[in-house]
């Protein structure tokens, strides 16, 4: 099942339906919901520095209670997984409907990767893994913002558990990746289950297909495994595991051929991938990247291989279009006392092989 993320205020679950058109939206959601305070914590030694910790239950009975400002609350158990000040009543919600969000060109510069990379996600902070694990694994999740007034006047009109229409959304694209915007024009009404356009969207999503991937890369040793979604390798409930998924490679870093080698004379880069699900970051090192350029070309052909998976246009700073290809991934972890948080994905057994 979906999830809406309420930074600092709420976790909800739903589904929804995007329209085609580019300038507006109209969305149908299902949706469970549970509840979030967000409390600022200090140390009372120091007062000038506090910490927003997000608290999630079901029901409200089961949130700290505070009747003022400087009341105790013991905190158990509890690991700090990030810390990041999100915009003043910001809310995001996640979006689904089964189907896939049309890929965007990247207008960021290859070179700008090392100091403001690609974001994973829009929001400021990552979802929780229990979080993603609610996460529907095929079909694009679109993120949705509305401002605190518009919160207060709409989001308290849904029910649980009921199918809702969004109409004259705003969409928009920010880092490659698409955004709705809930405006004042915005409206929302309940529609019934058997709406025959929330019918479709059901069938599609058990009717999902991957995108067909190009000719360029290859399988080293193919094993006919079935593509599966990154959403699906997030959410995998196995730390160290092997996917086959089809991508595409929206950056990478460092991204000069004469980069790509170590002072040890081995490959060692860090590309970023996507598809309709989710972005990840993935490794490509040593013997991997042997394999994957074919050895060890000149740097003109090492230039043609990487422009290729990358989508480098022949017009300088044009907007790339990375083509979809196919790749083997493998999840492990790099601290055996924290698997989970320290997951890192690499490419491996695949191969650059060709132009399209």
Known sequence: MAAIYF????????????????????????????????????????????????????????LPRVAAVGDVIVLCCVEILHFCEAAKDEWIIFAWDGTNTPPNVICSKLEEEINSPLPLQLEPL????????????????????????????????????????????RLKVVDGLWLGVFTPQSKLQYTPNEDGLIVERQRLSEEWLFPKPSFITEEVNQDHAIPVTLMTVLTHSEVTAKFKCVVRVVAATPCQAE?????????????????????????????DGEVLFDGYPDIDELTRKLNILLGVNEVKDAPRNPPWVCVCLKSFCVSKTDVWSSRTFKIFDTKIVGDT
């Open 259 to 287: 980069n790509l080698l170590s002072s040890t004379g081995e490959y060692r880069m860090r590309l970023t991938l996507e598809d309709s699900t989710a972005r990840i970051h993935a490794f490509v090192t040593a013997k």
């Open 7 to 62: 930074l600092g205020s709420r976790l909800m679950s739903f589904f929804v339906k995007v329209c085609s058109e580019p300038a507006s939206l109209t969305i149908f959601i299902f949706l469970k919901y549970y509840l979030c305070c967000c409390m600022r914590i200090i140390d009372e030694t120091n007062h000038q520095i506090a910490m927003a910790v997000n608290i999630f239950e079901e029901n409200v009975e089961r």
């Open 126 to 169: 990552p979802l929780s893994r229990e979080v993603l694990c609610t996460l529907p694994v095929v079909g694009s999740i679109l993120r949705m913002t509305f401002d605190a007034d518009l919160v207060k006047n709409h989001l308290h009109l849904l029910n649980v558990d009921k199918w809702v229409k969004f109409m004259n959304m």
